[in-house]
């Protein structure tokens, strides 16, 4: 059994490391509340969006742009937001795994990634990454959402790539996130037709042209989406980090416990082991 | 909703600025200022950087200040989306001020390896910017 004093130094070492995780729990908690009202700020722009391109979509026949032509696929892109430290559980991991999993047929694929827990884990995979981001997962502002929105309209007007996907993961509750990978462009203006309340029948003006505001409205709205997902991911991983930490805290309580019981015992055997030994030296069962 | 009144809803990506009704909306768009009142047919149009005027019931026009975006109009309905919109109480006219300095020397300087047509929009900002928060 391990001594007395050994035990000691273990429990107050358990119990410092208690106080950290506390400490980040908590602070992980506040920016969490913080984070959900901004995420709940950013989502009638987001909401208002569709519904403007719902309603462009029906209001103009038979529009054709590049950025919602589906062309032949040599290339892909992926962006994968991520967060730029660990400690929140499987937050990281999670989605990283569900990038991966998006261009496991495409090594060529060109890859994004926002949060140095990203640049690290695609790196390591040898995967071809033309640019990272990192210090905006925590708090992102919709000019980084413009840098890498206009960063990928421009791969994909070159035509270095035919198919962007984001990488990101979806806001369930503080509790349950999910990684999701979704296609920002081309986009698919098939899955608008059912938004708009417009009636198709009632004739629709564009200023200057049909083709102007499209070519206006698309890049806006890859880059609404593109912001959505970074707020939603922020969120996500305070979420994932909190519920990290708070378990963490709870399992250094269990630990605590368990020492002390054995601190407990190896101070009675201690007793007991000097009793015996006096009661030997005295002599009195001879 | 009241008769001959139409509803206006300003949103940009960090907030909802406006969410009332107006008697008339005059706003700049790339092609010329508008104004749209109750029952205007569908529009959809590219706003440009400038003021944006709300007339209500005969009160003082409110103004907001939208840099761009773009607006949806429904008979009823207004729905402008911009990067960026603020009342002009709101503006800093300092760091305006001092985001137009910069932006001058950017274009005054040496023009190499810079972003001309950022450059230049910042400063239009920043103009704007000033002139309706001295206001």
Sequence with gaps: ?286 | MAENKIRLRIVTPVRELYNDEADMVIMRSTSGDIGIMHGHQPLTTTLGYGVLKIMKDGEDDVKAVVFGGYVDVQPECITILSDAAEWPDEIDVKRAEEAKERAERRLNGNREGIDILRAELALRRALIRIDEGKR
């Excluded at chain 1, 130094?9 to 119990?15: A, E, F, G, L």
């Excluded at chain 1, 071809?128 to 309209?153: C, F, H, M, Q, W």
């Excluded at chain 1, 098939?190 to 890049?219: A, C, Q, R, T």
């Design chain 1, 1 to 286: 059994m391990a001594s007395m004093r050994d035990i000691k130094r273990r429990i107050k070492s358990v119990k410092s490391t208690q106080q950290i995780t506390k400490a980040m729990y908590l602070v992980a908690s506040s920016k969490l509340t913080r984070a959900k009202s901004r995420l709940a700020d950013t989502r009638p722009f987001f909401n208002e969006t569709r519904k403007v391109i719902a309603n462009i979509v029906k209001g103009a026949k038979g529009i054709s742009h590049p950025y919602i032509e589906q062309r032949d696929v040599n290339n892909i892109g992926l962006i994968v937001l991520t967060g730029d430290r660990g400690l929140c559980g499987g937050y990281n991991q999670n989605v990283m795994k569900a990038g991966l999993n998006a261009i496991k047929d495409r090594p060529e694929a060109k890859v994004i990634t926002v949060g140095s827990k990203g640049r690290e884990f695609f790196g390591r995979q040898k995967k071809n990454i033309i640019n990272s981001y990192t210090g905006i997962s925590e708090k992102p502002t919709y000019e980084d959402a413009l840098k890498i929105g206009r960063e990928v309209l421009e791969l994909y007007a070159k035509g270095e790539v035919d198919e962007v996907y984001l990488a990101y993961t979806q806001f369930v509750s503080t509790l349950v996130s999910e990684p999701k990978v979704i296609k920002i462009l081309p986009v698919d203006v098939e899955e608008f037709k059912n938004e708009s309340s417009v009636d198709s029948n009632s004739l629709m003006m564009f200023e200057p042209s049909e083709e102007e505001v499209l070519e206006y409205v698309i890049p806006k709205y890859v880059n609404t989406v593109i912001f959505g997902a970074l707020v939603e991911s922020a969120v996500c991983e305070l979420g994932a980090r909190m519920t990290a930490m708070d378990s963490a805290s709870e399992n250094a309580q269990e630990m605590i416990e368990k020492l002390d019981l054995m601190y407990n015992r190896a101070r009675q055997g201690a007793i007991t082991q000097e009793i015996t030994e006096i009661v030997g030296g005295s002599g009195i069962y001879n």
